[in-house]
């Protein structure tokens, strides 16, 4: 493409998103272990682009939104999940960088979150992951 050519597809909000959210899977790809798109969304995407996926409905109109979403709003449900109702064997199924990274988001959703985990992780006998924080 020409530079004109560019800057009209660069100018395209859904280009820019597409972009978004195929940088962030293939910085997921790129890691080990679970949770790593929704550590990415969280984390490395720009603020702004997280809004309008967020805002995005589930539609037709972009169907890689609806399967981003899809994939993010799985990982979230099971840190939820495992946050309200703490399961030792789900915690222990995690690959060592699963559990960082699931501490990691909980410490971005807020301290009751962090607070949460941290307790029932410890009350179950096994350690938490990054003991400094």
């Known amino acids: 493409m020409d530079e004109t050519e560019r800057s009209r597809y660069?100018?395209?909000e859904g280009v820019i998103v597409w972009f978004q959210v195929h940088c962030s899977y293939l910085r997921a790809a790129s890691?080990?272990?679970?949770?790593?798109l929704l550590q990415d969304f969280q984390s490395v995407m720009p603020k702004d682009y997280q809004e309008i996926l967020r805002?995005?409905?589930?539609?037709?109109?972009?169907?890689?939104v609806i399967e981003f979403k899809a994939r993010l709003r799985a990982e979230q449900e099971v840190l939820v999940g495992l946050e309200g109702a703490f399961d030792p064997a789900v915690w222990s199924g995690l690959s060592e960088a699963g559990r960082a990274r699931a501490v990691e988001i909980y410490r971005q959703w807020g301290p009751s979150y962090l607070e949460s985990i941290r307790k029932a992780i410890r009350n179950a006998g096994l350690i938490?992951?990054?003991?400094s924080f």
Do not use: I
Request: hydrophobic share 40%.
């Open 128 to 131: 938490v992951p990054a003991e």
């Open 31 to 36: 890691t080990e272990g679970e949770f790593s």
């Open 55 to 64: 805002a995005a409905g589930d539609t037709d109109e972009w169907p890689w």
């Open 10 to 12: 660069l100018g395209f």
